[in-house]
């Protein structure tokens, strides 16, 4: 004669199964592409000039051999705002993220078609890389390792498996 189960003996075993059903399962590959640039979210706002001006005296300032003294970004207010005046941008489902030219129009930046996808890897964080016309480029990190299947987007989808 066999006893029914208790309830917290049906939940021990539960207990022991549900993990054991997760962990045996094959592990899948993602497969990524370059996101649309004209789905892409701005979610901080641009630098005003007077901000841009503020930090191009402490970048390129007296206190510039703190940063490294960039030479051609410092030669200039107009070269410094050509690098520095950024602002965040994520893409449609935040997963990548990139600091977009804000000396663009937003119809332009919209407009920019991705060019490359490329994956760096340093220690445990994989970087997978979308370089976009106008010298824009967002990224997304990641602890999976990615390699990537086609790399030139102008030809068609570039794309990378993630596992």
Not at 118 to 137: A, F, H, M, P
């Amino acid at each position: 004669m066999t006893m029914p189960l208790t309830l917290r003996a049906r939940s021990a075993l539960l207990a022991l199964a549900l993990p054991a059903a997760l962990l045996s399962g094959a592990a899948h590959a993602e497969t990524l592409s370059c996101p649309a640039l004209d789905k892409a979210v701005q979610v901080a706002a641009c630098p005003s000039d007077a901000e841009l001006q503020y930090t191009f005296m402490g970048f390129c300032g007296d206190n510039a051999r703190l940063y490294g003294r960039d030479v051609f970004t410092c030669a200039t207010f107009e070269n410094y705002k050509q690098v520095k005046n950024i602002a965040l941008w994520e893409s449609a489902n935040g997963s990548f993220s990139g600091y977009l030219s804000c000396n663009l129009d937003t119809a332009t930046l919209h407009a920019s078609r991705a060019l490359k996808m490329s994956v760096e890897k340093k220690g445990g964080l994989t970087r997978l890389i979308c370089d976009y016309e106008n010298d824009q480029r967002m990224v997304m990190r990641t602890k999976a390792t990615c390699t990537i299947e086609a790399d030139d987007c102008s030809s068609g989808e570039c794309r990378a498996s993630c596992e």
